[in-house]
């Protein structure tokens, strides 16, 4: 019986166009951006859409880096943190990740998805009365974050300042709200009007706390900060194949 009801399921994912498979793309070391497509030796692709925009995976200090930690501690990440303790060279990483940005500390996920579900989940969970008010293009990690918690929720048209400032508006100004938005939307490559130009009625201008991909600006009981530097974020850009996107 369960065999027919996931065939029948796997059936659906491919009639919708939602059964993924994966393109299988070998980076070529000193040749970045380019890669093997399928291993095959004809013309290399090129991929914009590794996360190493800068090309740093292929920088000789990197690689001599990683000869190196390989020597001394070998390989593997050792597991996760909360079973297998932390490591000097993730705790270095932190340090020098929450300098650049001038932050109290910093927290390093394996995944840009973990790391904005994780954050959302935590904060709204510390915070059940808080409005949670999210561009309606944000990705799904963020919409997945989002939805995983019980705060109320509102949906604002994507960049549409007008209509993030009515819900705000609605809202008592001594209640709590969040904010959510990217800086450059990595699904559809546009961006985010800069808070600065919010004018909201009902919240102060709102500090944008910020990874690469989700800038999200807090109007809660805290205090505002003068968003420190917004335009260096927006140089960032990436590709990605259009999943199916879900809904709050
Ligand atoms: C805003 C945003 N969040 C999360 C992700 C997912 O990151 P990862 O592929 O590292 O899980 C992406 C990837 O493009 C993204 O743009």
């Known amino acids: 019986m369960y065999q027919a009801l996931l065939r029948e399921q796997l059936e659906i994912l491919k009639s919708s166009n939602q059964y993924r498979t994966f393109t299988t793309l070998s980076r070529i070391c000193g040749q970045y951006p380019l890669a093997r497509l399928d291993g095959r030796e004809q013309e290399p692709a090129v991929v914009w859409c590794s996360n190493d925009y800068l090309g740093m995976s292929q920088h000789p200090a990197v690689r001599e880096q990683m000869h190196n930690a390989l020597e001394t501690y070998g390989a593997g990440s050792g597991g996760s943190r909360n079973i297998g303790g932390s490591h000097e060279l ?18 390093v996920f394996p995944t840009g998805f973990g790391s904005n ?79 600065r130009s919010s004018r909201s009625p009902s919240a102060t ?41 879900p809904s709050v």
């Open 90 to 107: 993730y705790a270095s990483l932190e340090a020098s990740l929450a300098d650049w940005h001038d932050k109290e500390a910093a927290l």
């Open 117 to 195: 579900d994780a954050t959302l989940q935590c904060l709204l969970r510390r915070i059940p009365d808080c409005v949670v008010i999210s561009d309606e293009l944000n990705h799904a990690s963020i919409v997945n974050g989002i939805r995983s918690t019980p705060n109320e929720r509102k949906i604002f048209r994507h960049n549409d300042v007008e209509h993030l400032e009515q819900i705000l508006a609605s809202y008592p100004q001594g209640q709590p709200k969040i904010v959510v938005f990217e800086s450059v939307y990595s699904m559809d490559g546009d961006i985010a009007p800069s808070p």
């Open 205 to 245: 201008t709102p500090s944008p706390t910020s990874t690469r991909y989700m800038p999200w600006a807090c109007t809660a009981r805290a205090e505002p900060v003068s968003p420190p530097s917004w335009a260096w974020r927006t140089r960032w850009t990436s590709s990605r194949a259009p999943w199916p996107r």
